[in-house]
């Protein structure tokens, strides 16, 4: 049997001037993750986008639990969003969405 | 539960309304302690008021001076002029003979090394001995590494890297803190530790350079510039009081 692997969801909080949408807020991700771990490491991140609350400018991600800091690390080193200044907070890691929304209600 | 420190956050005096979203967003980040960066000749007036601003958002202010010494004459004559006046004393060092100086001086508590320019970062093998020996700290910033782009942060990464394992080798404290001039670049402990593995350094060794590191300097200076401090491990417990 194959092994399901094992993942992580992230809650994150973006700090931005524009207008942003899902589509948007994954491309920086996942570029940020391509810049400073190449194709291999973005290969091995395996970002996904599984929520969206737009009004609060919160999303929740899914990445591989192996990748779990250095997608973190690419998430903090986030500057910008379509060339525009912004900054990108972690609010709250789990390995459960029902965990997660228990840790930050928020979401 | 960790308390966590950014001890270089760089809020500008003069804009007061910008100082204080930058202190609230840093107590909403989680941080506990902050040391914000003051002239060698701010006033007492000055300080209650930043003092204020922190007590109100419930996160605690350590007073800093950086100084900038072109020689070590420089330094010894700031140290001596303006170390009783301020919690934490960083130096940054521009020339060799700067750093070797802060290192083996006691009174110095941050080592601070240039960011852009790699030729200036004199932090080798004698500079760690040195500082090994007299407690100071080296400081990394991490807003450097969120501003610089391409091969400019790539040769920076690179190089504190090698410093991070001759510190390690030689005992000398790392103290991780943000140096934020905006808050678009400040970030919460979790994730600067998340970027500290980036020059691969366990998240656990960084969440410590973000907590108990920084406020072990804090809380030791706090205790030398109080009255009751005579030298090191004697202070006064109790005063008899006249008839």
Same mark, same amino acid.
């Given at each position: 049997m194959i092994k399901r692997e094992r993942r992580r969801y992230l809650s994150l909080e973006v700090v931005s001037e524009q207008l942003l949408n899902e589509q948007i807020l994954l491309d920086a991700v996942q570029a940020s993750v391509h810049r400073l771990f190449g194709e291999y490491g973005a290969s091995k991140a395996n970002l996904k986008l599984i929520k969206t609350i737009l009004e609060k400018r919160q999303f929740v991600i899914c990445c591989s639990h192996i990748m779990l800091e250095y997608v973190r690390a690419a998430i903090a080193s986030t500057t910008e969003i379509n060339g525009k200044a912004a900054a990108i907070h972690v609010l709250g890691v789990s390995g459960t969405l029902r965990a997660l929304s228990k840790k930050t209600p928020k979401v | 539960m960790k308390r966590f420190a950014d001890l270089h956050l760089r809020v500008p005096l003069n804009d007061q309304p910008k100082a204080e979203s930058m202190i609230r967003k840093a107590s909403e980040l989680g941080y506990n302690l902050i040391g914000i960066p003051l002239s060698p000749h701010t006033t007492r007036e000055q300080i209650s008021q930043l003092r204020q601003i922190c007590r109100d958002t419930k996160i605690d202010l350590a007073t800093r001076v950086n100084f900038s010494p072109r020689t070590p004459k420089e330094l010894l004559q700031s140290l001596r002029r303006f170390r009783r006046k301020f919690e934490i004393v960083a130096v940054r060092c521009h020339t060799k003979d700067v750093a070797r100086q802060a290192a083996k001086d006691?009174?110095? *508590?941050l080592l601070q090394f240039s960011a852009t320019s790699i030729?200036?970062?004199?932090?080798d093998e004698s500079e760690a001995e040195l500082a090994s020996q007299a407690l100071s700290a080296i400081e990394i910033e991490l807003a450097p590494i969120l501003q610089l782009t391409s091969f400019s942060r790539v040769r920076l990464l690179s190089r504190l890297r090698k410093e991070v394992t001759t510190a390690e080798r030689f005992k000398v404290p790392i103290t991780l803190s943000s140096?934020?001039?905006?808050e678009l670049l400040m970030r919460s402990p979790h994730d600067y530790a998340a970027l500290a593995t980036l020059f691969d350094w366990p998240m656990s060794s960084a969440l410590r350079a973000l907590s108990e590191t920084p406020w072990a300097t804090v809380e030791r200076n706090r205790k030398k510039l109080?009255? *009751?401090?005579?030298a090191p491990g004697i202070h006064v417990v109790g005063r008899k009081t006249g008839d």
């Open positions: - | 006691r009174r110095v *508590d030729r200036k970062r004199f932090f140096g934020a001039t905006d109080s009255p *009751d401090y005579v």
